[in-house]
């Protein structure tokens, strides 16, 4: 049974630019989770989304957007990218309504120059 | 508030056991969790215990929860080099996996 599945693995931009990263969760998964790992910052949350609902967010400003599509896959929207937005963002799957067991894709590495 | 800390370091010889240490100041915190993430590779989940449980063990790992001192730990049985990674706790604040809360991780380095 395939992961999750994040795309692109890397991506460079631009400051200024706007990106965004894809997600594919475990098939039967409606809950998808984007996290931000960032250098000297660890693992922050971004954003949950269940059933298409953004359900919860993180401390991060309203250029960090996404939606949750039909078939549970998910887009992470950043805009106006800064020079600390340079992370690994990963993503997470569970089963629906925030299941305790969620895995996690192998993440997409932004470098924003 | 919000925190889970971590050491930053353990290292051990192969074949030894490892103790990974991690303290959390929530105690509503439902869930805890312990993930593995090897170099530039995303999180692997490696268990997790409910905050009613005081211990869990799968295989090699052991998770013990001491909630009146908040503490969680992982050990590692007979560590293998292919363990060497980072391992993070990490606390769910709500029901389920909303949001998870998680440490500074811990880098593991297991020698020969």
């Known amino acids: 049974e395939a992961g999750v599945t994040q795309s692109p693995t890397h991506l460079i931009k631009t400051r200024g630019q706007q990106v965004t990263l894809r997600c594919s969760p475990i098939?039967?998964?409606?809950?998808v989770y984007w996290y931000q790992q960032a250098l000297g910052l660890g693992l922050q949350f971004l954003l949950w989304?269940?059933?298409?609902?953004?359900?919860n967010r993180g401390n991060f400003p309203p250029r960090f957007s996404g939606r949750q599509f039909p078939n549970y896959s998910s887009e992470l929207n950043v805009n106006a990218l800064e020079l600390e937005d340079s992370a690994l963002y990963l993503c997470?799957?569970?089963?629906?309504?925030?299941?305790?067991?969620?895995?996690f894709g192998q993440g997409t590495r932004l470098t924003v120059v | 508030g919000e925190d889970v800390e971590q050491s930053l370091f353990l290292s051990v010889r192969e074949g030894d056991s490892s103790v990974i240490n991690c303290t959390y100041t929530d105690s509503s915190s439902t869930y805890l969790y312990w993930y593995k993430q090897e170099p530039g590779a995303g999180l692997q989940l490696l268990t997790y215990i409910f905050s009613n449980m005081d211990m869990k063990q799968d295989q090699r790992l052991t998770v013990l929860l001491n909630k009146k001192d908040k503490h969680l730990s992982l050990r590692i049985a007979d560590t293998q080099t292919g363990d060497s990674a980072i391992y993070f706790c990490a606390e769910s604040m709500d029901t389920g996996f909303q949001k998870l809360v998680f440490g500074t991780g811990t880098r593991l380095l297991v020698s020969p």
């Open positions: 997470a799957s569970s089963l629906g309504g925030g299941g305790p067991e969620a895995f």
């Open positions: 989304y269940d059933e298409g609902e953004e359900r």
């Open positions: 098939s039967g998964h409606t809950s």
